[in-house]
């Protein structure tokens, strides 16, 4: 049986980021608690969890931003504690918030980004032709970047990240603000490149987002608390049964199902609300009759398969995390 450091280094050769019991502290606070995770190459890896979890801060340690407390990390082949350098040369890097320089023209954002990543001068024309080509800017170079909608400027902004044909891309929250069109045009993008073999690792809060990525994992609280593709998380993360109710009012059944035996948990979905429950034979009845007592209108029940958001709410809130442990 191999040793723990051989299974290590045949992992590295494998994929392109691999975390163990990464940790990081800030005084007594634990933002990102002994994760262990693997990325494989050309793998599209989605990255969840509500704000404050620890999301950002583990991405700025594999980014080499940021030296873990604890643990190791190697990210395209490099030690991102003990080679941070290394690291983010061979990465690509784009933010939630827009990084380019707003007073310069596409153009010299292109050119300055490629001056940074050193691209070779024997590549510098064809790169820009096809950051120019990608963004749908052929023709606009001499634009001032302010100037530009969102969705082009977040496609400028992921055509310069990339300049540098990096193995890995790292993208944290980038379509933040961004319409539904221009936002389905960014994940086709990345869909290609991840044809092309790059590794996108990649943070959001948006759920059909998620449904387009290979695998994720769920982290709360510092820890990764899930960790499949989309549909495994959707068969197996959420302990009980689901149920859609729709009855009006919504506000006041929602007060009642919450202390109904039977029922886990409760929140609004549009206008019905979605039950959590111990058996969804047996479940119907009893929220039919607890609701008649306070005369509130049932209109449907029936059960249905959990989303992806259903499956967030459940692991990622402290009443869920309850439930998990």
Not at 5 to 10: G, Q, V
Not at 97 to 121: H, T, W
């Amino acid at each position: 049986m191999p040793s723990a450091r051989e299974m290590w280094r045949m992992a590295e050769s494998s994929n392109s980021v691999v975390i163990q019991g990464l940790t990081k502290r800030f005084g007594r606070f634990v933002a990102v608690n002994h994760i262990n995770l693997e990325v494989r190459a050309g793998e599209v890896f989605g990255f969840l969890g509500p704000n404050g979890a620890g999301k950002s801060t583990t991405i700025r340690m594999l980014c080499g931003l940021l030296r873990p407390t604890e643990g190791s990390a190697n990210v395209a082949g490099f030690d991102v504690a003990q080679k941070p350098e290394m690291v983010r040369q061979n990465i690509g890097y784009m933010s939630q918030k827009f990084s380019l320089y707003n007073d310069l023209r596409v153009i010299e954002n292109i050119r300055l980004f490629a001056g940074l990543y050193s691209v070779p001068a024997g590549q510098l024309q064809s790169r820009i032709d096809w950051v120019l080509e990608m963004a749908n800017l052929k023709g606009q170079e001499r634009l001032i970047t302010a100037t530009l909608p969102g969705g082009w400027k977040q496609r400028l902004a992921l055509g310069c990240a990339v300049l540098h044909k990096p193995p890995i891309l790292f993208l944290d929250e980038p379509t933040s603000g961004v319409d539904p069109i221009a936002r389905r045009q960014f994940w086709e993008l990345i869909h290609q490149m991840a044809d092309e073999g790059v590794t996108v690792f990649v943070t959001t809060h948006y759920m059909e987002e998620a449904e387009y990525c290979n695998r994720l994992a769920l982290i709360f609280r510092g820890a990764i608390v899930a960790l499949g593709s989309p549909s495994e998380l959707k068969q197996n993360s959420i302990r009980g049964d689901l149920l859609l109710v729709e009855c009006t009012p919504l506000g006041e059944a929602l007060e009642i199902l919450q202390s109904v035996p039977g029922v886990i948990d409760a929140a609004v979905f549009g206008n019905a609300l979605h039950l959590v429950v111990e058996n969804a034979q047996t479940a119907p009845a009893q929220v039919r009759s607890s609701l008649a007592q306070r005369k509130v209108a049932v209109q449907r029940i029936e059960r249905i398969r959990p989303s992806l958001e259903d499956v967030f709410v459940a692991l990622t809130t402290i009443k869920g995390a309850e439930r998990a442990a």
